[in-house]
């Protein structure tokens, strides 16, 4: 048996050791080995406990490590990594790990070449380490058994954690335990659950370390622990980028261009190009071009890269470069020809041209979109991005020389874009509140078929925070029962009907139930495995509705609350960085679940829910804030590319249509109008509404019987938004899957229709006097008899003269109106909301819409 002390350099007989400089410090590994069967023993020469430690060493080539004992070891190449047991993780006073020693196998009988403990030498020589960062996460791999031990090397509890690591390409990371963990990409989260979220001072998460099931037996390539790398290490800047050069220069412009950097610790995220000292534009390429610059003017130029953290790469080479003449040339280039679209989709335009020639050079081409510029390319291709869906857009091009000479501009080519869906668009609204009285889960959108037939889902809905004017995940279901008290939503919301309410097995979606400790639970969770059923599902999160519109007045009067607000909505539900609620909620943990937002203002420069805030100038700032969710989203898709989607719930009314919204203008931010259909009549659950006369809450076409001094109609609803120049593939018209009901109606000889009353019907629940979902008033109001208005287009039943009557949408008339869509033009349906149907009126929607 051979016991040899392993030094961090090869060891030689004539080597004189320094005296030991952490002997009397820290801990001491002593190696030995009984032909393949090798042993670390771990002293603590010290007066005090210490605990967390790991040892690394060097094999030589070849030579591999397997069946650890008390122990785990992962290697990479020649380098191993051993991490204790937890049980042998602390070690006392004067005491070492005998008898529970790490053993292992190796497959040679060899000796290590180096090793370290804690970054000292194993035999306690060389300089003392560096101090350990606060915290540091180290992986290990068992098989295809990926494992992460966190390390609290700070004298106070950490108290939260979390892990993001990258895989190579196409390896997944699934079966957390101990944690939850997500993929996005090459990209994995790491949370902890409730039990190891806390770690003790100079504690290690073991026993409950995460651990997790890799498809392929791989080490991450990149890992960072609350934004530190999980080794402790600094960061590492991204290279520098390589061969600046300027292919092109005008009299006031360089083109520069540059080889790629390598990513460091973190993803290279852009380059800053700069202009001497100044920084001149930063781009996420590798070209650039500086404008505004002075002709006949030398310039030295730098590229440096940036990390996602912002961490700079050092500067590339300088390259001068002199801005030329005009003087040199006054003869423009010929005008572009055969401009053309060569491709298109929803939100862009590519766009192609013969190129133009010049006594000199050409340097680049100028795309117009009316006055202004819309890209500048060298090539004669160009891809003209944050369009919006079909919508008419004009295009034409300049070519400009290298003396800034501009030709005509080509003649013009017009191109629409694509629709926002292929066919017709079914969007239905899931209310949040639905998982209560109603037992309406995310779940049975797939039971009952509707899942695979909708296009949209939009949940309903999120606040506004009244105080800082931000986007709210309030944590109350509602401050007051009294639908006119004006403060009814003021910080109102349900975070744990949202992501932290945990589902059985049966309400779930996949059939796997919650065990309460996940980061996202809720609803949320519940869409995130609805859209990974059914990927062609997009999701959008609602923002306002009746009670929560108070403050969208507020958040849209200025330019810059309206950039704070926008800033909170999409960095909330874009980005997925919920607010912790329960212990659920943190930063990403909703990434990818929302597609978009829809905006349901009730209603800009009109009255709406009491003690609502209005404002004159509320139709202008209406749209400068769809125009900043517009410009906001866009700007994400650039680092995200996913095109985020932006709708909106939109009035009947031609008066709120007039006082709030400019339509022509906002169509071209916008890519949904879900066109209000319903609710023209109705009575209110406190009777505020219209409790003594009944009347169609969705009628196609005007009714000539209707006795109110405005009449409306869907068919009326459409026109004035196409009149006003909205495309009708922009348009989706309102379906009531519900019915609205009046008590004491007299039959009049019209069944009910239009017809006195005493006021709202029994509702589906207490405090909803005047509603039913579709199915629950078919089954509970007896003897309702359904009649067909055939003229306007109107479903209702009456329960006989001083009885009920109701107004709702049913298989008839959605058969008539989806038909009226199609020959329309329009883009499609919207449903509210999906909890009313058990699958029947849905899968009319759907075989109206094919």
């Not at 309400?507 to 996202?520: C, I, M, N, Y």
Request: hydrophobic share 35%.
């Amino acid at each position: 048996m051979r016991r040899l002390a392993i030094a961090l350099v090869a060891l030689a007989a004539t080597a004189t050791f320094a005296t030991p400089a952490t002997a009397a410090a820290g801990l001491t590994a002593t190696f030995s080995r009984t032909g393949t069967t090798a042993k670390f023993v771990v002293n603590n020469p010290t007066t005090a406990a210490i605990s967390g430690w790991s040892i690394k060493f060097d094999l030589p080539a070849g030579v591999t490590v397997s069946g650890a004992q008390n122990a785990t070891t992962t290697q990479n190449g020649t380098k191993v990594t051993l991490t204790p047991a937890y049980y042998i993780s602390t070690i006392q006073a004067g005491r070492n790990t005998d008898p529970f020693s790490p053993t292992f196998t190796l497959s040679s009988a060899v000796d290590p070449t180096s090793c370290t403990l804690n970054g000292a030498n194993c035999d306690g020589t060389g300089p003392e380490p560096p101090p350990p960062a606060p915290v540091t996460a180290d992986f290990s791999l068992t098989g295809s058994t990926g494992k992460f031990v966190v390390a609290n090397n700070t004298t106070t509890t950490l108290t939260e954690w979390s892990i993001t690591f990258t895989l190579p390409a196409g390896v997944t990371a699934s079966n957390g335990n101990n944690a939850t963990v997500t993929q996005n990409g090459n990209s994995v989260t790491v949370v902890p659950v409730h039990y190891n979220k806390s770690v003790g001072p100079k504690k290690t998460t073991e026993p409950y370390s995460p651990t997790f099931t890799l498809s392929r037996a791989v080490e991450p390539v990149t890992c960072r622990i609350n934004n530190v790398n999980c080794d402790g290490s600094p960061d590492v800047p991204p290279t520098v980028p390589g061969d600046l050069r300027s292919p092109v220069k005008t009299t006031k412009s360089v083109s520069l261009q540059w080889n790629a950097s390598n990513a460091g610790s973190l993803p290279v995220a852009g380059y800053d190009v700069y202009n001497g000292t100044a920084l001149a534009t930063t781009v996420t390429g590798t070209s650039a071009t500086v404008t505004g610059l002075t002709p006949n003017t030398a310039y030295s130029f730098t590229v440096k890269a940036k990390d996602t953290k912002g961490t700079q790469s050092g500067a590339s080479n300088a390259i001068s470069v002199t801005t030329n003449n005009p003087a040199d040339d006054t003869q423009p280039p010929t005008t572009p020809t055969n401009l053309r679209s060569t491709a298109k989709d929803a939100g862009s335009v590519t766009l192609a041209w013969n190129a133009s020639t010049d006594n000199n050079k050409v340097a680049n081409y100028d795309v117009y979109q009316g006055d202004a510029v819309r890209a500048t390319v060298t090539e004669t291709t160009a891809k003209i991005d944050g369009l919006s869906p079909s919508t008419e857009y004009t295009f034409q091009v300049k070519a400009r020389d290298i003396y800034d000479n501009e030709s005509g501009l080509s003649s013009a080519v017009k191109v629409t874009t694509s629709d926002i869906v292929g066919g017709y668009a079914k969007v239905g609204y899931f209310v949040q509140w639905g998982i209560y009285g109603r037992q309406f889960f995310v779940k049975n959108l797939d039971t009952n078929g509707s899942a695979a037939k909708l296009t949209h889902i939009n949940y309903a809905f999120g606040n506004i925070d009244p105080v800082n004017l931000t986007c709210l995940h309030g944590v109350t279901k509602g401050t007051s029962p009294n639908p006119q008290d004006p403060n009814q939503g003021d910080g109102a919301g349900d975070a744990e009907a949202d992501y932290s309410r945990p589902f059985s097995s049966a309400q779930s979606v996949d059939g796997v139930a919650d065990t309460g400790w996940e980061p996202l639970r809720g609803n949320y969770n519940q869409l995130k495995k609805l859209k990974a059923k059914h990927p062609h599902l997009k999701v959008l999160i609602s923002l306002g509705g009746w009670t929560y519109s108070k403050y969208f007045s507020d958040v849209a009067a200025t330019d810059a609350a309206r950039k704070k607000f926008v800033a909170s909505c999409v960095d909330m539900y874009l980005k997925g960085n919920l607010p912790t609620y329960n212990a659920a909620g943190g930063p990403g943990t909703a990434a990818g679940i929302f597609d978009g937002i829809d905006l349901d203002w009730e209603w800009p420069g009109a009255e709406g829910h009491a003690g609502n805030h209005i404002s004159p100038d509320d139709k202008r700032n209406n749209t400068l804030l769809i125009e900043e969710f517009r410009k906001q989203m866009d700007e994400l898709t650039k680092t995200s590319g996913r095109r985020y989607q932006l709708t909106a719930f939109t009035p009947a009314d031609r008066g709120k249509i007039d006082a709030g919204w400019e339509l022509g203008r906002v169509a071209q931010s916008m890519d949904i109008f879900n066109v209000q259909g319903y609710d023209f009549h109705g009575s209110g659950s406190d009777n505020s509404w219209e409790p003594n006369r009944t009347g169609h809450q969705g009628n196609l076409y005007a009714d000539k019987d209707d006795p109110y001094p405005f009449h409306f109609s869907v068919e009326d609803t459409v026109n004035a938004y196409l009149e006003a120049g909205v495309h009708p593939r922009k348009i989706t018209v309102g379906l009531a899957f519900y019915g609205r009901g009046w008590q004491g109606v007299q039959d009049g000889g019209k069944k009910g229709e239009w017809q006195s009353a005493t006021g709202a019907a029994p509702g589906q629940f207490a405090e909803e006097a005047g509603t039913r979902g579709y199915s629950n008033l078919l089954a509970s109001v007896p003897n309702c008899t359904v009649v067909h208005d055939e003229p306007a287009v109107a479903t209702s039943c009456f329960t006989g003269n001083g009885g009920q009557w109701w107004t709702f949408d049913d298989t008839w008339s959605i058969q008539k109106k989806t038909a009226w869509m199609k020959q329309r033009g329009l883009l499609g349906a919207m449903i509210w909301e999906m909890s009313g149907d058990t699958g029947t009126l849905m899968s009319a929607v759907d075989n109206g819409l094919k």
